[in-house]
Structures are given as structure tokens and as C-alpha cells.
């Protein structure tokens, strides 16, 4: 990989070129040769193989190290990767450390930059235990490594630049040993990851078994085995595929489009333009069209623009590639919410919120702050890419589909396809994951139906992971500037907000930016808010929906503010938070009365079973006693509002006589989230049944008409709650046949109402009207302590404590499942996860896993403890439980803060200045590092 190419920063070759390793190449044993490193790399390697590395010994008095800094733990190529050698005597001369013979070298710099020769030729014979040759080397290393800046995802040249010279100065402390002060010494090496543990707290009611009783998922086992099948494993013989081709172009007209070359491809049965759709060219089922083939211009780069059917998927995306594109009035893209700003460029104005004359307040208040706040985006990233298969039929057309909302894809096909909605039959035995990404985005199906309609065989999409993350949208990036304004105590008095939301090319789902309005009080109370609401219009996908939407973005603005306000008052930020926490009685910005709120209850146990006091002397002891090492700790306290209206569930059950076992099936969709067993253990509370009884069907738009879309974490407890519905008037008609002889089995019950012709089937339609638009709020607070490398920006999330009211759970091993999985996202989230475009054409540069970094094994918390809180029935819930699948990814915000006081513990040592500095999120390990602004006077031995 690396004689092909030399960009590519190779943790093998780091390791031969400063173990001086020769490498023998050759066709076979009789014709091999051997050449150094950095011969190899240009070496022609055409018919010949290596055969093996052979490195020369060393004596004692020689040091090796290698460092990999990468964007996450593991599983990602590097940042920077180095490896350092050097000879030494600590003899001679006591107090000196003497090189003798050196080595330095550095990974993805640049193609050619391998061994930094200046500063090498600098430290020979040096005393690098000297402070002046130390600054010296870090000086003339400055000067020699010069990364390059061609690609638009890799890490800045400052970043680079800072990182190479971190990395030599922690090997130089390892040379000088007890030379340097113990403080400093802290940098030598990197952070070393303990095993993983966990704790999972919550409680049961036996009496209420199997509803509250912790059960594995129902399909947990055939998903282990690989045995449960998903749209992708679908395979017949006389199946066709499709795939996409995609502009290229991110704001360019169109001006033609060529697949003659695809067409001639062998394996293609046809290649669909916009032109050949037989019904709308829209697969929105939205206020906005939205195409499914691009037709007179791109509007992102990622658009579909054709259909190639052929015989395989292999051939069909090969193919693809093959259909010509040409553009005409290329304008430079809008990518951001500071280009949409800087060019006008708007949807309609969403409405924003009211409350009292804000900027008067603030104007007169004692304490004033104000700022910008930037997120980046997050792909939803599924375990299993959306798919499609569609077959043709006497009547319409029957699709197996991975969404997440069937009646949208039965409108988008029947729109494309020019066919009544009655003669299309959608069914989802479960998708691999959705999180958003897979509800109105209706291409994969609609492609699928189109090519099946016209072709009148079956006909598969199943979109690779490339090509999704291209042509998907995913979760809004906000720009946020505020003011704000407190009393001398730090009681919010004014809040201003700008939220600009960057909606991409549509603003078809709008709805993250609204719920990051209408949630942008959490837990707060102030006498004056201003919150205006901004859609940019970019050249990005249309974002939408992804897991905790707008809500997570919420809480992290008010949060940020209020932090803000405690750094300037220089309180910590937690009593400023409890300050002004809502209490009963208070009025809300939309004019209802907070009742029944817990957050400060909440607050105070969590602080106690996670050991707040004791842990935050020892963080400050540590920073203390650590010069390079920093840790900081957060609390985010939440509150998170369950909201039913608009939503529309079915649930149809029928039991079988001659055994009496029951099958279920119901609107919403099983995406891992375990709503099929959720479902199973009620049915069974509700009629007295084993769970064993039940399996619960796919779900069907013919059985399960006119559902709403799986998602806002409400599906499974308003399917539950139709389930019941169906249970009541199925007990009704046993119960008659039942009488008072309670000693029947199940059994024999079923088969006499059989006999006595009772209809054994149940049907219910749950679409709830409500007095208010807000069922009832849970609220949580999550406390997340960080350990930080200073040097490299790389970090660990030592321990991370958050209590959750769940209500009373319906399945807590499902729900402690979904906090955990929501946490992890939202770390991914707030850390890693970092969405580049390429600024001349718009493409999304990083469309897969070698750009893109969720959080993997080694990023999760290594003290993870998650409890839901005991003996909170919720009289408001179904079965008294609560909403579990997004709320928790809320509060993951107080890794930032957390990380941003571990950062400003090493500032106040550079220049003891406690001042607030802003930063942007995702939080990754090169932002991390430049915020803490490290020069070469900071890089010493001792004070």
C-alpha cells in the first residue's frame, strides 16, 4: 500500500523505517533483493512480492517509541503517526543526556516527508536534557515538517504541525527520565484504557409480570446468529437490481445525460431517466416535492439522476458509473450556515418564540454574555443500508421495504408509479436500524417500484454504505449567536437566540429546527426570551429527522449559555444551573404550568450515587499534580417532553383455536429498538397468557393502514397502547364465554369460544386528541467525567453516571438497551463524528468509514453506569411507563463541558487567565488540541 501510495500513512512502515529494517523483494527466493525504506518506496513492484523485513540489533543504550494519534480509539488510520530512536548516554556526564544517534520520523505529513533530517542532524551529540536544545530541535522541527493541504477531510497543517512536535517533545521527556519534574513527566506515553465495566440499575414489578420484567429481545437470538433476515439478505433468481448514478455537481444546471455507455454494459436491462417515470417524478409524501431523478438541476451533489436495472448489484453500481453527466451554470455551493447567511439564502422563516422584551432586559442586567455556537452534522448510519424489493403483480405491486414509514413510501410509489395506493401493499418484517434516516427519504423504494413497474419482474435496491451517506440527508448543523443576561446571582433574567438550522436543498423536515426552538428552555426559567428561527437553504441533501432532533441541540445551547454565565461569574456551573431550575408553579414560554417537575430531585441523587463531591476534589488534585494530563467533570440536568398528537397506530390481533396461540401485528416498525417485545409482554399481561404464546407478524399497509412513522420515541408505547385496546375487546367476548370458572386453560377456553362462534380477532385505530400538546415530561441528568492528553488532544471518558425516570419501565432490559445505545450515539455525536463537503463541488468527502469515525468499543465510557429511577410509576404513561429511546441522548452535551474544563485547567496554567473561549462541536481529538494552544515556550522541562 505504500510503495502504490505514499500519501498513505502506514503504521508498518513507521515502525521499519526507525527500526532501520531492510526489505527483501523479489519474485522467489533465488531473485530477491534488498532495499532500505525509503528505497522500497520507489521501487517498482510489477511480478514481484516482499519476502521479508530484516532488521539490525541495537545496543541497550537505544530508545524506541512509536506513537498513532488517530480520530478515534482504534479502527482509523492517523492523524500523525511517528517513531523515534535514539542512542543515549546518561553516563558521561551526570545531568546530561547525551544522543549519539538519532531518528525522528513522521507518517502523513506529506507523500515524500519520512525522516525530519534537520532536526536529526541538530540533536547529534546534543544534550537534549539541555532546556536550550530542546527548544532548538522543537524549533528546527517547526521549520522541517510542512504538511501538505490538499485534502479537504485530513487534519489542518496546524494541527499536523503542533501534533509532530507534541510527539517528540513526550519522547524527549522519556529520554531525560528524572531529569524532569514530575508534573511533565505526566506527558510521556499515551493514555492508557483500563477494562470496560458497567452498571445497570432498575427495578421490577413481579406482580405486573411479564410487562417490567427485563427479557431479552424476542428476535435477539436469531439477530445474534445472523439468522434474521433484512431486506438486504433478499434473494431470488429471477430478481434484477438497481442502483443509482449521482450528481457530481452540488449547485449546476443540468444540460445532459448520457447513458449510452451504461446501456451497452453487459448484464443491463435498462437505464430510467426522469423522462421515463410513468407517473410524478416526486417520492415526497411532504408539502415540497422532492424528485427521485433529478431532472433540469442538481441541487446537491449525491442527487439521483438515473436508474440502472441489470442482473446484478455488482454490475448495476458498476455500470452506473458508466452514465455521462454535463453541467452548465456551475455556481459555487452553499454549504453551511455561514455561507446560506453570507449569500440570503433562506426557506420560509419557521416561528420563533416570544416571551417579554428580552433585549431590554439584557440591556439593563448586571451580567451580560454573548457568543456563537457551531455543531456539525451526524449521519444516521445504520447497521443495514436502506433497502428495497418490489414485485409486480396481477393487482399492483407488493414491496418489502427497510423504512420506517410505510404510508409515505405507499405514497411515493403510488405518485411515481401513477397507480391508486389500494393496488400497493408495503410490508416491514423489521430494518436494521433507522434513527430518522429512513422516514420520508423515499428513493430506495421508489427507484425499486419504478424498475419493477416498467420492467415487470422484481426488482431489488439495496444502496451501498457510499452512496447512502452521498445522496442521504442527516442531522441538522446549527449556527446558534446568543445573549444573554443575569442578575449579579447568575438568575437568568433575558435570553436571546438565533438558531440557524441547515435544512439543505428542501426544507421538507423542518421539524428539528422547531423542536430546537420550542426545547431551548430545558430545565430554565427566565422573564425574557427571543428565540427567531432560521432555515438555510444549502447545496447539502435535505437534512432531517436523526435520533433526538432538535431537542439534543436544544439543551446544548442553553446549556453552553449557562456555562457561560458561571465561568463569568466564576461560579461553578452547576449552582448556576440549580439557580434556575423551574419549580412548580412557574409559568412556561407557551403558557402552561410546570407541575410535578423532578429535575432537582434528579439532580441530587445523581450527584450522590456518583460520588460528585469526592470526584471533582480528586479531578482537581489530579490537574494539579499532572502538568499534561488534565480531567474535567459535567452535569447536564434535561427534561424531555412526550408529545402523542398527530400520531396514528394500528394493532390487529388474532387467536388461533387449537392451541389458543395469538399472532400480533401492529404500525409500528422494528428497528432494533425492541418494540415487537414490548408488544409481546403486554399482550400477554393484558390476557393472561405466557408470553410464548404470542409472535408478532411483519407489519402491512393492507393490516396497518394509514400508520404514522416509527420515531419521536413515542411508536412503542402508542402501539402498546392500541395492543391494550385490542386485549379489552377481546377479554370481553372470552370473559362471556369464560363465566366464573377460572380453572380453564387457555387452551380449552380458546377452542370453546371457537365452537360458540366468538370472533377471536381485534382490531384498534389509536390516534389520541389531547387537551395539551404535552402528555407528560420525564426528566434525567448525566454526569461525565473526561481524562485529556494535552499535548495530542486525544481523550478518555472516564466515567459516565446518568439516573433516567423511565416511569415504570415496560421491559428494562430493552429500555436500559436504549438509553445505553443513545448515549453511545450521542458521543459519537458531540466527539468524532466529523461531516466534510468539498468546497469547490459540494461532495460529501466523507462518505465512508475512512473518513467518517463513529464511536467504536474502545470510545464508550469505561465506567458506564446507567439507573432508571426506582418507584416512578407514570400515571400519565401507558402502563405507567415513559419514552426511553432519545432522552438520553440528549444530556451527552457534557462530554463538551467536561472536555472544555479539562482544556481550560491547562490554559490557566499558560497564562493563569480564567477567561470563557468558545468552542465548536463535534469535539474531535485535533479541536480538542487546538483550543488548548500549545507553543514551544510551554514545551520544558520543569517551571
Known sequence: MKNRHKEFPSDSFIAFAVGKANIVVGSGPDMAKSYTTEQFLDLDMKGQVILRAEFPSFPEEHVFRTFKVMPRSGNAHAYVNSGFRAQVDKKSQPGQVIIKDVALVFGNISPNFIHARATEVHLQGANIADP???????????????????????????????????????????????????????????????????????????????VTRAMPKLESMVQCTGEAKYVSDVQQGHMLHAAFTL?????????????????????VTMVILHGDIPGINNVSALHNPEELLASKRSLHAGQPIAIVVAVSQDVAEKAAKLVKVEYFDVQPPILNCRDAIAKQSFHPQPKGIVVGDAAAVIASAAVKVSGEIEMGTQNHFHMETEGAVTYPTEDGLNIESGTQHMDSVQQAVSQCCGIGRHRINVTVKRTGGGFGGKGGKNWIAGASAVAAFLTRRPVKVHVSLWDNLRMKGRRYPYLMKYQAGTDSSGKLLGVIMDIYGDAGASDNYIGPLNGAGRMSDNVYSSTAWKVSLYACKTNTPANTFCRAPGSTEAIYFIEYILEHVAKTLKKP??????????????????????????????????MESAEYTARMAAVTSFNQANRWRKRGMNVVP???????????????????????????????????????????????FELGVDVKYIVIQPTQTLTNANASGSNGSVTSELVCLAAIDCCKQLRTRIDAVRGKDTEKTWEVLIEECFKKGVDLSAHSYVSPVLELPVVYSTYSAMCTEVELDVLTGEYQITRLDMLYDCGESTSPMIDIGQAEGAIVMGLGYFLSENQVYDPKTGENVTFGTWKYKPPMAKDIPIDFRVAFLPNAPNPSGVLRSKLVGEPPLCMTSSVVFALRNAIAANLAEVNKDDAWFHVATPMTVERVQQYSRIEIPQLRYKD
Not at 529520554?175 to 510521556?188: I, P
Request: hydrophobic content about 40%; proline content about 4%; glycine content about 8%.
Open 247 to 267: 450528481t457530481t455537481l452540488g449547485n449546476a444546471a443540468i444540460y445532459k445525460v448520457d447513458p449510452t455507455d451504461a446501456k451497452a454494459f453487459p448484464g
Open 132 to 210: 536550550a536544545v530542546l527548544q532548538q530541535a522543537l524549533t528546527k522541527l517547526k521549520e522541517e515538517v510542512v504538511p501538505t493541504e490538499d485534502d479537504p477531510c485530513e487534519a489542518s497543517a496546524a494541527y499536523k504541525k503542533s501534533l509532530s512536535m507534541s510527539l517528540f517533545y513526550k519522547f524527549a521527556l522519556e529520554l531525560v527520565g528524572d531529569l524532569a519534574d514530575t508534573r511533565y513527566r505526566s506527558a510521556v506515553g499515551s493514555l492508557v484504557r483500563p477494562l470496560s465495566s458497567g452498571k445497570q440499575t432498575y427495578s421490577t414489578v413481579p406482580d405486573n409480570y411479564p
Open 638 to 684: 434535561m427534561r424531555f417532553d412526550c408529545h402523542w398528537a398527530g400520531r396514528h397506530y394500528n394493532c390487529l390481533i388474532a387467536i388461533f383455536h387449537a392451541g389458543g396461540t395469538i399472532a400480533v401485528t401492529h404500525g409500528g416498525i422494528e428497528m432494533g429498538q425492541g418494540i415487537n417485545t414490548k408488544v409481546a409482554q403486554v399482550v400477554a
Open 573 to 606: 456551573s452547576l449552582d448556576i444551573k440549580r439557580l434556575n431550575f423551574y419549580k412548580n408553579g412557574d409559568t412556561r414560554r407557551d403558557g402552561s404550568i410546570v407541575k410535578d417537575i423532578q429535575v432537582a430531585e434528579i439532580t441530587d441523587q445523581l
